[in-house]
C-alpha cells in the first residue's frame, strides 16, 4: 500500500497564512485613499473658517509635496532595516498630522499638519512595497497590488458622500478627526498582523543626499501646481522654474535611464509616470467641462467618475487574476491601448459637449476605459518594479515608482494648466483639448514604453 502525501493548497493572498497582513496593509492604503477623497471636499470648508484663502493652494497640495521627501526615507529606511518600523511610524505620522489640522485654530497650523500628513502617507506607502516583498512569495505579488489597486479606487466611490455628509452634518473637523481614528486602528492592525513575518534587516542607515534631493523635488512641484492655477507672466517662470528643479532632482531620485526609459527597471518607473500623467489630464478635465458646457449637475458629473473607478477595479482584479510573467507582455500593452483608446473617445467629447446625454455617454465610455487600461496596468508595474529590483533595492525601487506616478501627474498637470488658462480666454470651448489631447500624446509614449519594461523585451 503507497500513502501519499496530500497536494498542498496552493496560496492566496487571504490564505491563513496571509489573511491578517493582507487585510492590515489594505485597511491603511483604504485610509489613505479615502483621506484623498475627503480632504477635497472639506478643503473649501476649511479655507472659508480659516480665512487662509492665500494659502488655499499649498494646503492642497502640501500633502502631496511632503510625501514626496516620506518616500525617499522610507524606501532607503525599509531597504536597510525593514519595512515594520517605517510602516508604523508612517501611520502614526499620518495620524498625528490628520489631528494637527483637525484641531488648527489658523491656517498655518493647518498646512503644517497637511505636510506631516504627506511625510506620512509617503514613509508608509514605500514601506508596503517592500512588506509585499517580504511577505509573499513572487506568484502573488501581482494579486496583491490588484487589491492595494481596489483599496485605494473603492473610496472614490462611497467617499464622497460620506465626507460631505461629515462636513454638512458635524462640520470640516469632523473628517480629519474621523479619518485619524480609522487610521489609528488601521495602523495597529498592520502592527500586530506583522508580527514576525516581515524581514529585519541589519544593514548600515545610510541616507546620502537623497532626501535633500527629494525636498528640492518638492518644491519644484509646488510651482508647477501653483504655474498651472495661474497665467501671466509669473505662472510662465514658474512652470519654467518647477521644470528646471524637477530636472536638477529627479536624477538621483530615480534609477539611471528613467528619463529615457531604458530597458528594464527604469522603464517600469518611466511607464508608471506616462500612465498618471495621462490619467490625469483625462480626470482633471471630465468633471469641468461636463458641468460647465453640457450642463450635468454635480451628482452626474460625479456618477461618470463612479463609472470610471469601477472599470478601475475591474482592470486591476483582472491583472492580479492573470498576471504571470508569461502574461505581462500582453497585459501591459493591451492596459496602454485601453489608455489610449479612452483617451481617444474622450477627446470626441469636445465637439458634442453641448448635447448633455451624448456628452455623458462619451464621457462614461471614454473614462471607463481609460481607467480600465490603469487598472490593468498599475499592478503589473508595481510587481515589474520589485522583480527587477536589486538586491535590498526593493524601497528605493518602491519610492522611485510611487514617485514617478506623483510627478507625472504634477508634470502632465502643471503643463496642461498653463496651456489651458491661456486657451480658455481665446475659446473656452475648444480649451479643453489641452488635456485630452496632451493625454492621447501621454497615451501612445505609454504604448511604447510599454515594449521596454516587460520582461521578455527587458533580457
Known amino acids: 500500500m503507497t500513502l501519499t502525501t496530500p497536494a498542498k493548497p496552493a496560496e492566496r493572498a487571504l490564505d491563513a497564512e496571509h489573511r491578517a ?18 480632504v477635497s471636499l472639506a478643503m473649501p470648508s476649511v479655507a472659508h473658517e480659516l480665512a487662509g484663502e492665500t494659502l488655499y493652494p499649498i494646503a492642497v497640495v502640501g500633502l502631496l509635496t511632503a510625501a514626496l521627501v516620506g518616500m525617499v526615507v522610507g524606501g532607503t529606511w525599509s531597504d536597510a532595516r525593514g519595512p515594520g518600523l517605517p510602516i508604523t511610524m508612517g501611520g502614526l505620522g499620518f495620524v498625528a498630522g490628520l489631528l494637527v489640522s483637525g484641531f488648527a ?18 514613509l508608509a506607502l514605500t514601506a508596503m512595497y517592500v512588506a509585499v516583498a517580504d511577505a509573499y512569495p513572487v506568484h502573488l505579488r501581482t494579486r496583491v497590488f490588484s487589491l492595494f489597486a481596489t483599496a485605494w479606487v473603492l473610496p472614490s466611490i462611497a467617499g464622497p458622500f460620506i465626507a460631505g455628509a461629515l462636513v454638512d452634518l458635524f462640520g470640516w473637523r469632523s473628517v480629519f478627526l ?10 495597529l492592525a498592520v502592527r500586530v498582523a506583522m508580527g514576525g513575518r516581515l524581514a529585519v534587516r541589519e544593514s548600515e542607515l545610510a541616507w546620502g543626499r537623497r532626501p535633500a534631493y527629494a525636498v528640492v523635488a518638492a518644491v519644484g512641484v509646488l510651482a508647477l501646481h501653483v504655474a498651472g492655477h495661474g497665467t501671466g507672466v509669473r505662472a510662465a517662470l514658474l512652470l ?28 517600469v518607473v518611466a511607464a508608471r509616470g506616462v500612465f498618471g500623467g495621462a490619467f490625469a489630464c483625462t480626470e482633471m478635465f471630465l468633471p469641468l467641462v461636463l458641468q460647465n458646457e453640457s450642463g450635468l449637475s454635480p451628482t452626474l458629473a460625479g456618477l461618470v467618475l463612479m463609472v470610471g473607478a469601477l472599470g478601475w477595479t475591474a482592470g486591476s482584479s483582472y491583472s492580479g487574476k492573470h498576471g504571470r510573467p508569461e502574461t505581462f507582455n500582453g497585459l501591459l500593452r493591451a492596459g496602454a491601448l485601453a489608455l489610449l483608446g479612452g483617451a481617444v473617445v474622450t477627446l470626441a467629447l469636445v465637439p458634442i459637449e453641448h448635447v448633455p446625454v451624448a456628452a455623458a455617454v462619451v464621457a462614461t465610455v471614454g473614462f471607463a476605459v481609460t481607467a480600465t487600461g490603469m487598472g490593468l496596468a498599475t499592478p ?15 524601497g528605493e525601487s518602491g519610492g522611485a515608482i510611487q514617485m514617478s506616478d506623483s510627478l507625472g501627474q504634477s508634470i502632465a498637470a502643471g503643463l496642461v494648466g498653463a496651456v489651458f488658462a491661456h486657451w480658455f480666454l481665446v475659446d473656452q ?3 479643453y483639448l489641452a488635456g485630452f489631447g496632451l493625454a492621447v500624446v501621454l497615451a501612445v509614449l505609454a504604448i511604447v514604453i510599454s515594449h521596454r519594461c516587460v520582461t521578455g523585451d527587458c533580457d
Open 429 to 431: 470651448g475648444t480649451s
Open 240 to 267: 519654467v522654474g518647477g521644470l528646471v528643479v524637477l530636472g536638477f532632482a529627479m536624477g538621483p531620485l530615480l534609477p539611471r535611464g528613467t528619463a529615457r526609459a531604458a530597458r528594464g527597471l527604469p522603464a
Open 380 to 394: 503589473l508595474l508595481s510587481t515589474l518594479a520589485l522583480d527587477l529590483s536589486p538586491a535590498g533595492k526593493q
Open 105 to 122: 485654530g489658523s491656517m498655518e497650523i493647518f498646512v503644517g499638519g497637511r505636510l506631516l500628513q504627506g511625510l506620512g502617507c509617503g
Open 21 to 38: 497582513i493582507t487585510l492590515g496593509l489594505l485597511a491603511l492604503v483604504t485610509m489613505f485613499a479615502f483621506e484623498a477623497v475627503a
Open 178 to 187: 474621523v479619518v485619524a481614528g480609522f487610521a489609528a486602528f488601521s495602523t
